[in-house]
Nanobody, 122 residues
Framework: QVQLVESGGGLVQAGGSLRLSCVAS????????MGWFRQAPGKAREFVSA????????YYADSVKGRSTISRDNAKNTVYLEMNSLKLEDTAVYYC???????????????WGQGTQVTVSS
């Protein structure tokens, strides 16, 4: 089993920045990739970004490309998602996920965190 704990969400004004963190514990040697997804009220969970476990490959949804950076700290088993120039439509619960391969679909990931709320205000 792998446990994931997110942090870093909150209330931020449009145009501001946030850095989300996700700490993995347990059988982390089984993880091949980690991803960030988000889910707004009444909407399906959508892919935001992903990174392979070595940190050499990163992927972004078009909606956040150019204003988000995913990174990882192997020593801390932590993945970060830094988001800049936040927009109202970025408001959602953000979930960290871990799986064997990088993918853009939720069902490809085996483990999920509890989520952290990001609210962008005007």
């Amino acid at each position: 089993q792998v446990q994931l704990v997110e942090s870093g969400g909150g209330l931020v004004q449009a145009g501001g920045s946030l850095r989300l963190s996700c700490v993995a514990s347990g059988r982390t040697f089984t993880i091949g990739a980690m991803g960030w997804f988000r889910q707004a009220p009444g909407k399906a969970r959508e892919f935001v970004s992903a990174i392979n476990w070595s940190g050499t490959s990163t992927y972004y949804a078009d909606s956040v490309k150019g204003r988000s950076t995913i990174s990882r700290d192997n020593a801390k088993n932590t993945v970060y998602l830094e988001m800049n120039s936040l927009k109202l439509e970025d408001t959602a619960v953000y979930y960290c996920a871990a799986g064997r391969v990088v993918a853009g679909t939720p069902r490809s990931y085996d483990y999920w965190g509890q989520g952290t709320q990001v609210t962008v205000s005007s």
